[in-house]
């Protein structure tokens, strides 16, 4: 399986995909149980109709676990987020917010936007909205303050209506890199990362990105 959402993707030879960590609570028990529903359909013909389901959700399960390897883009600072730019906004304190949605096609393990120190790791909880609805504001989420060379950089992974939890990769103090992979959120969502005060976004609303690959800044 391949990362498609990209219309222009670079040639170059095929890298493999793993699996996000995290995904095993359910990528497992998807697999088993397809694995199983095809073994009992070598002994009926009731049995195959019912792997295909089984099987169906196995496959969808993987796609939607999926992981793949991603190049850093030039620019300071890169998407957090694979989806589309669902706001900009600007901030009282002069930051500006640049909102990704994800919808469960998306590739959901999330990136570092720029290379610092996750000095603090916040989560709060909160209730399941969907991630496009104004109310999602107080749903559950799990905020990032990155130091870095340009200041704090803040990223915020937000839970949407099917999610019951946010999977993080580091704990505070750890240095990332730009692109690094930093979590993992369970099925459709929203990403918010707050450029510093001067930084101006190179992305517009409606636009697709990808996270790691796709800069955020412009110059």
């Not at 890298?15 to 397809?34: D, E, H, Q, T, Y």
């Not at 009282?92 to 570092?112: K, Q």
């Not at 999602?136 to 939890?165: C, L």
Request: charged content about 25%; overall charge positive; proline content about 8%.
């Amino acid at each position: 399986m391949t990362d498609d959402s990209d219309p222009t993707p670079s040639p170059g030879p095929a890298v493999p995909v793993r699996m996000a960590k995290g995904s095993a609570p359910w990528l497992v028990p998807a697999c088993a149980a397809a694995g199983a529903a095809l073994l009992a359909a070598r002994r009926s013909r009731a049995a195959r109709a019912l792997a295909v389901p089984a099987v169906g959700l196995a496959a969808g399960m993987a796609w939607f676990f999926r992981d793949p390897e991603r190049a850093p883009a030039e620019g300071r600072l890169v998407s957090s987020a694979d989806g589309v730019v669902q706001s900009i906004d600007v901030q009282s304190d002069g930051r500006i917010r640049v909102a990704v949605f994800m919808n469960p096609l998306n590739v959901h393990v999330n990136r570092a936007p720029i290379a610092g120190v996750a000095a603090r790791i916040e989560h709060r909880p909160g209730g399941f909205r969907p991630a496009f609805d104004k109310d999602s504001e107080r749903n559950e989420r799990v905020i990032w303050t990155f130091d870095t060379e340009i200041g704090e950089v803040t990223v915020v992974q937000i839970a949407g209506a099917m999610v019951r939890r946010i999977v993080p990769y580091l704990t505070e103090g750890q240095k990332a890199e730009k692109g690094q992979r930093i979590g993992l959120i369970r099925f459709g969502s929203r990403v918010d990362v707050y450029l510093p005060p001067g930084v101006a976004p190179a992305v517009e609303v409606g636009q697709k990105v990808r996270a790691g690959a796709t800069r955020l800044d412009r110059d």
